[in-house]
């Protein structure tokens, strides 16, 4: 308890004498607010990445791919299995009795943005949309079947040249027209032109679906759809929750830009670091009369290392979090366009956590040398 009380009480000092001696502090926090900005740039793009690719998916709503296949791109599934598929029982139905369930088939496009740069969006050819009500038509009206027709999301209208109604794109060397509007979701859709399934097909040279989406009677039988249709030897599916494959599916890219952010962020970690040693150095040999005096008098070695490790410890959370503010006023919710993707940045708790971690894990690391050093101070 005595040590304790001793360790607070020397802290307290120590704090108080900070205005005296604020280069050394200044530099730790300006380093560790200039590292910290840098990572939690990054790992936004991961964070939005996952947030962009899971938003709005549905408990109910799961998503069947033929054995095997990984992600959708590498699925085939025939007319024939969708119509086995459509006729279970769990599936939920509409007012008309109509079952919701789609089979679809998509391609990707390449667009020129209006920066002028090059990217692509997703054309999803799908065989009955109420599959997906999330999807709200605001100008114009769905593609109808036989005919070369597009509906556009506004955010890809306002992104991306010649999308607007009445607009032509061109696919396989055939004009289709955005007949349609519809409003963003914040998802994975905004990326997304709809097309009538068959039609695409026909257009692209293709006869067979990628995957078949289907909203159930309740999210609870999941268990027993999934069980009954991969038993069925005719069928030959995997079947998945919707959000579970859209992580799957978006997975790869995720962890490659987690990696790029943690591998950055040790060579800035490195950097910090050294900043954060040099000030509990500095904070050390400013101290070495106070430090021998308050020895002399009684104080332990204990409670006089903790003050120098609480000191580096609140420097340095105090530039994460000076770190994590910034790059959060000026980045979160910006939006980022590669060739094939456009999804906002997110920084959250998540991205916070992981700094406050960083800082305090570089503080500790950065206090033992000082520490070791302070030990050899001579009483008084």
Known sequence: MVSIRQAAVFSAWALRSLPARLGAPLTTIVSMTC?????????????????????????????????GAPVPDVSV?????????????????????HPLVAAIATISLYVQTRANKGGSVFVLGITNPRVYPEIHVFHGRWPRAGLHELLASSESERLDKGLDIGDRVLIRGAPWTIVGTFANTGSYFDQVLFADADTLLSAVGRSAYEQIVAILNSAGQFSQFADRVQREPTLMLD?????????????????????????????????????????????????????????????????????????????????????????WEFLNGRLITTRA????????????????????????????PPVARMGKVPGR
């Not at 992580?247 to 970690?269: C, K, M, N, W």
């Not at 332990?300 to 609480?310: D, K, Q």
Request: net charge neutral.
């Open 239 to 327: 079947v998945y929750r919707e959000a579970r494959l859209r992580e799957q599916t978006f997975d790869a890219t995720r962890r490659f830009l987690d990696f790029v952010s943690y591998f950055i962020g040790a060579i800035l970690a490195a950097a910090a670091a050294c900043a954060a040693v040099n000030s509990c150095y500095a904070a050390v040999d400013a101290r070495r009369r106070e430090i021998g005096t308050l020895r002399a008098i009684g104080f332990g070695t204990p409670p006089i290392a903790t003050s120098i490790v609480v000191e580096g410890v609140l420097i340095s959370l105090l530039g994460a979090c000076l770190g994590y503010l910034l790059i």
């Open 35 to 67: 590292a910290v900005m840098v990572l939690v740039a990054l790992l936004s793009m991961g964070e939005g990445l996952h947030i962009w690719a899971t938003q709005g998916t549905r408990a109910d709503r799961v998503v069947l791919l033929s054995r």
């Open 341 to 368: 993707l456009t999804f906002p940045l997110a920084i959250g708790a998540r991205e916070f956590a992981i700094s406050a971690t960083w800082a305090l894990c570089i503080a500790l690391l950065a206090s033992a």
């Open 77 to 97: 599934v025939s007319h024939e299995v969708f119509a086995t598929v459509a006729s279970d029982p769990d599936i939920k139905k509409d007012p008309q009795g």
